[in-house]
T-cell receptor, first 114, second 115 residues
Framework: ETGVTQSPTHLIKTRGQQVTLRCSSQ?????VSWYQQALGQGPQFIFQ???????GRGNFPPRFSGLQFPNYSSELNVNALELDDSALYLC?????????????FGQGTRLTVV | AQSVTQLDSHVSVSEGTPVLLRCNYS??????LFWYVQHPNKGLQLLLK??????LVKGINGFEAEFKKSETSFHLTKPSAHMSDAAEYFC?????????????FGSGTRLSIRP
């Protein structure tokens, strides 16, 4: 167990809807990163939050947005869902500030858009 | 800019034989390198990490990796494969020292173990 929890574990949404995924980071970690893993592919970096501010973003459109709260937990919001958004969404927490940038991953949320 | 290339999308070995999963990277800064394993329907688990200490890194479950700066490689090895090693393996680079640290995954190598 990594101490990183994600909810929900599975979710089915309809195209055009909005979705919010949640992540509780490991105790002592101040950085949360979100990844999208499509079937058969490696995780793709969406964005990272550090101390409640977005701190780096991958090649994802603005309809992917996020929040980080004072307790360092985080949300990923996706608006206007498309069929291609169907994927496993992974949250990783880490402690920024040194070489030991090991990230601990949650089990993921599997989103299916129909 | 960072990048990670896993040279084999699929590797198949017999149980008891050596495993070699290849990874090459590029990074503008002093990188940290990791190998993660993902079993079906499970999250990612860290196998081992390199953070500029010893170039030969030992991880869990008998896995090792050697950082070779001249070859920009970080190949994963195990002397003797076990059936439970069948999984997807990801080589990961983390760029340290940039203003926006982030982690880049390779495309993954699926390891199959033949009885």
């Amino acid at each position: 167990e990594t101490g990183v929890t994600q909810s929900p574990t599975h979710l089915i949404k309809t195209r055009g809807q909005q979705v919010t995924l949640r992540c509780s980071s490991q105790s002592g970690h101040n950085t949360v990163s979100w990844y999208q893993q499509a079937l058969g592919q490696g995780p793709q970096f969406i964005f990272q939050y550090y101390r409640e501010e977005e701190n780096g973003r991958g090649n994802f459109p603005p309809r992917f947005s996020g929040l980080q709260f004072p307790n360092y937990s985080s949300e990923l919001n996706v608006n206007a869902l498309e069929l291609d958004d169907s994927a496993l969404y992974l949250c990783a927490s880490s402690s920024r500030g040194g070489k030991n940038t090991e990230a601990f991953f949650g089990q993921g949320t599997r989103l299916t858009v129909v | 800019a960072q990048s990670v290339t896993q040279l084999d999308s699929h590797v198949s070995v017999s149980e008891g034989t050596p495993v070699l999963l290849r990874c090459n990277y590029s990074s503008s800064y002093s990188p940290s390198l990791f190998w993660y394993v993902q079993h079906p329907n499970k999250g990612l688990q860290l196998l081992l990490k390199y953070t500029s200490a010893a170039t030969l890194v030992k991880g869990i479950n008998g896995f090792e990796a050697e950082f070779k700066k001249s070859e920009t490689s970080f190949h994963l090895t195990k002397p003797s494969a076990h059936m439970s090693d069948a999984a997807e393996y990801f080589c990961v680079v983390s760029e340290w020292g940039s203003s926006a640290s982030k982690i880049i995954f390779g495309s993954g190598t699926r390891l199959s173990i033949r009885p």
